[in-house]
C-alpha cells in the first residue's frame, strides 16, 4: 500500500518505478533541451529499450547515454541539425556511428574527416559517400605511427583519387606505402 498517499491502493501510477523513471527522464531530456513530447515507452525504457528506439526517436540525439546517442547516430534517418549535433557530440562513439551512417552527409563526412580520434577518421575513410577532396586531405594528413588502419580505408574506398593514393605512396611509412602501391596497381595506375 502506498505510504504518501490517502488512496489506499496497493501500487498507484504516480508510485510505479517505471512512471518515476519516466517522468525524471523526461525532465532530464527537456532540461537537455529537448522542447517536444517524450514518448512515455521511451522515456520509462533501460539504455537497451531506448537503443532499440532511437531509429525512430529524435529525442535520442540528445539522451544521455553515449549507447543511445550512437544508436539514433548509426542508424537513423537524421536531420542536418541532428547530424551537426551528433557531429560536435564528446564521445567518439557517437561520432564514429555517425560516420558510419549511409546518409550522412558529405559536409558532415569532411567535418569529422579531421575529428582526433583515429577510429572516426577511419570511418570516414571507409565512407562510401566521402568526398575525393575529403579522401586526398585525409591522405596527406595520415599520422606515421598510428593511422595504418586510416590508410588501408583510404585505400580500399573506391571513390579515393590516384593523388591521394599516389601521396601516400610517396609519403606514407612502409606499411602505408605499401597499401597505396598495391590499389594502384590493382587500378592499373
Known amino acids: 500500500m502506498c505510504t504518501d498517499h490517502q488512496h489506499g491502493q496497493r501500487r498507484c501510477r504516480c508510485c510505479d518505478p517505471e512512471v518515476r523513471r519516466a517522468t525524471r527522464r523526461a525532465a532530464q531530456l527537456h532540461e537537455r533541451g529537448w522542447e517536444g513530447e517524450v514518448g512515455e515507452e521511451y522515456a520509462s525504457g533501460t539504455v537497451e529499450v531506448r537503443s532499440r528506439l532511437a531509429r525512430n526517436s529524435p529525442v535520442a540525439t540528445i539522451d544521455p547515454s553515449p549507447t543511445v546517442r550512437a544508436a539514433r547516430a548509426r542508424n ?35 567535418s569529422l574527416s579531421v575529428d ?18 575529403t579522401l586526398y586531405a585525409l591522405s596527406t594528413t595520415l599520422d606515421r605511427r598510428r593511422d595504418l588502419s586510416v590508410a588501408r580505408s583510404i585505400s580500399q574506398n573506391p571513390a579515393t583519387p590516384m593523388e591521394a593514393l599516389e601521396t601516400i605512396s610517396a609519403h606514407g611509412t612502409d606499411g602505408q606505402a605499401r597499401l597505396a602501391r598495391w590499389t594502384l596497381r590493382e587500378r592499373g595506375g
Open 76 to 110: 537513423g534517418l537524421l536531420t542536418d541539425d541532428e547530424q551537426s549535433a551528433l557531429a560536435d557530440d564528446e564521445s567518439r562513439r557517437v561520432r564514429a556511428a555517425l560516420a558510419v551512417n549511409p546518409t550522412t552527409t558529405s559536409e558532415v563526412l569532411d
Open 116 to 133: 582526433r580520434d583515429k577510429r572516426v577518421r577511419e570511418a570516414v575513410a571507409r565512407h562510401p559517400h566521402t568526398d575525393p577532396e
